[in-house]
C-alpha cells in the first residue's frame, strides 16, 4: 500500500491538518509553544503515520502505525475539547473540527477492521 496519496483517509486528514492551522492560528502568541503547537503536532502525526506505515514491509507494520494515527485522533479531539472550554474556539467551529476528526476515525477504525480481516 505504497501509494498513501490514493488513500481517502489519507486525503481527509490533510484536509483536517489544514483545518486546524487555520483554526489555531487565532490562538494567543502566548499558547504558540502549548496548546497550538499540541494541537498542531496531533494532527500532522494523524497522515503521516497513514503515510510511513504504508510503505512499510507487511499489513502489520501498516495497522501499527494506523493504531498510532488513531490514537493522535483522540489526542487531537481532546486537545480540541480544552480549546473549546477555554474559548480558543467557540462551539461552532469546534463542532465542524471534531465533526471531521469524527469522520476520520471511523474511517480509520473501518481501515484496521479490513486490514485485520484479510490478515
Known amino acids: 500500500m ?4 490514493k488513500i481517502l483517509v489519507w486525503q ?25 503547537s499540541q494541537i498542531r503536532r496531533s494532527s500532522v502525526s494523524i497522515p503521516s503515520n497513514i503515510a510511513e506505515g504504508s510503505g512499510r514491509e507487511g499489513t502489520k507494520d501498516f495497522l501499527r502505525f494506523l493504531y498510532i494515527s488513531l490514537g493522535s485522533i483522540f489526542e ?37 477492521r479490513k486490514l485485520k480481516d484479510t490478515n
Open 76 to 112: 487531537m479531539q481532546t486537545q480540541l475539547e480544552i480549546a473549546k472550554n477555554i474559548i480558543y474556539i467557540n462551539e461552532a467551529e469546534f463542532n465542524l473540527l471534531y465533526e471531521d476528526s469524527r469522520e476520520i476515525e471511523r474511517m480509520l477504525a473501518s481501515l484496521i
Open 12 to 36: 481527509k486528514s490533510i484536509t483536517l491538518v489544514t483545518k486546524i492551522y487555520k483554526a489555531t492560528s487565532a490562538f494567543p502568541k502566548e499558547e504558540m509553544f502549548g496548546l497550538t
Open 2 to 5: 505504497s501509494h498513501f496519496r
